[in-house]
């Protein structure tokens, strides 16, 4: 009930492409829904994240989609670029902990 | 900008021996976390922290795990007899009045 399931695993893009990578969850007590980049040997960075009363939240190249009667969210991430190549978490909040998704790894090729 | 700091980066220890990991969190928040990442895997929560006392914690957090706040600006993980699964990076998180974690670049353990 606790889980947030993450899509894909790993995700090749040609710069300029958009990027998206998927969550859903179950348990509809989740009530903060944040993603975060993390590159290798870094600890995980808040990138953006939204609340289940909006639908979508933008924030320059990064757009966050949120489907609460379908309990699933995306990150898109418009014109990537080769510095975007990152390991991407999305995460749900219960009570005050985060829970992760199991992460997607981003390569976008120049 | 602030930022959580952890100390140290590294730290290699012998089955168990006790270690502690330390962190000094953004200085006016309020909400402290640890969480780890055994390698290649998701980051797993383990404690939550406010008010002096754990507001939460995971079923991996056991006996063997404790967390204070010994003055006004460093929190610390202690692992009391440290085993080979313990072998992770440790994450420490804060975050203020909003839902805002922000988190440290970690301390890797390495238990031989």
């Known amino acids: 009930q606790q889980q947030v399931k993450q899509s894909p695993q790993s995700l090749i893009v040609q710069k300029g492409g958009i990027s998206i990578i998927n969550c859903a969850y179950e348990n509809t007590a989740f009530d903060y829904f944040p993603w975060y980049q993390q590159f290798p040997g870094k600890g995980p960075a808040l990138l953006i994240a939204i609340r289940p009363d909006v639908s979508e939240k933008k924030e320059g190249r990064f757009t966050i989609s949120f489907n609460k009667s379908a309990k699933q969210f995306s990150l898109h991430i418009m014109d990537s670029q080769p510095g975007d190549s990152a390991t991407y978490f999305c995460a749900a909040m219960y009570g005050n902990k985060l829970v992760f998704g199991a992460g997607t790894i981003l390569r976008v090729k120049s | 900008e602030p930022e959580v700091t952890q100390t140290p980066s590294h730290q290699v220890t012998q089955m168990g ?37 754990i507001s939460e914690k995971s079923e991996i957090f056991d006996d063997q795990f404790s967390v204070e706040r010994p003055d006004g600006s460093n929190f ?8 080979l699964e313990d072998s992770a990076m440790y994450f420490c998180a804060s975050t203020g009045e909003s839902y805002e974690q922000y988190f440290g670049p970690g301390t890797r353990l390495t238990v031989t």
């Open chain 2, 76 to 83: 610390t993980l202690k692992i009391r007899s440290t085993k």
């Open chain 2, 17 to 53: 021996q006790e270690v502690i990991l330390r962190c000094v969190p953004i200085s006016n928040h309020l909400y402290f976390y640890w969480y780890r990442q055994i390698l290649g895997q998701k980051v797993e929560f383990l404690v939550s922290f406010y008010n002096n006392e």
